[in-house]
């Protein structure tokens, strides 16, 4: 093959990426709108936020100990750190860095979530309590949600309310994965499965 031969292969499978990224990040079969939160407290949204269940993304098929922290920027953007360990509790924490921005007249309440440029994906926030200990992340397209908490476990009553939510935003309640926490089973809780 030649170099001009191979720079076009390269071409066309460059662009099937980036159309894929598209059409999973982007707004193809959008349902109607999620409704979001009427306002958001960005600064007491900031910190550490467990994940307790959601309908994962790819990378988050098999996740343990994930945890999502946010930080506020001077700018109003908000750096974002995602670790977790793939696959079992003894596997070295990955992490991801994503940036969000708030989105002007929704309450801050819809953020872009931005992987890679120029790409930003929908963030909902669907409910946060009173306190800022529980929330839940949604988007238009009911693909993914996030039930989140400041700890690493909540009541099971807690969690049947949050199930009872996202069913009535219209999710499908069968693709639900409950994320195994280490940090939330005294057993586990070595050096070797804290998340650091």
Known sequence: MTTTNRRF???LIFAGIA??????????????QIPPVAHVDVPRFMGDWYVIAQIPTRLEREAFDSVE????REDG???TTFRYRDGG????????HPTGTVREGTGNAIWGMQFVWPIKA?????YVD?????TIVGRSKRDYVWLMARTPVISEADYAAHMARIRALGYDMSKIRRVPQSA???????DASRVE
Request: charged share 25%; proline share 2%; aromatic share 8%.
């Open 77 to 79: 953007k908000v750096d």
């Open 122 to 126: 929908e963030y909902v926030i669907v």
């Open 130 to 134: 009173e306190d800022y200990q529980q």
């Open 184 to 190: 939330g089973d005294p057993a586990r809780m070595t």
């Open 19 to 32: 159309t894929g990224m598209l059409a999973a990040c982007g707004g193809g079969n959008v349902k109607e």
């Open 69 to 72: 922290t946010y930080t506020l």
């Open 9 to 11: 292969a390269a071409g």
């Open 89 to 96: 509790f003894d596997e070295k924490i990955k992490t991801l």
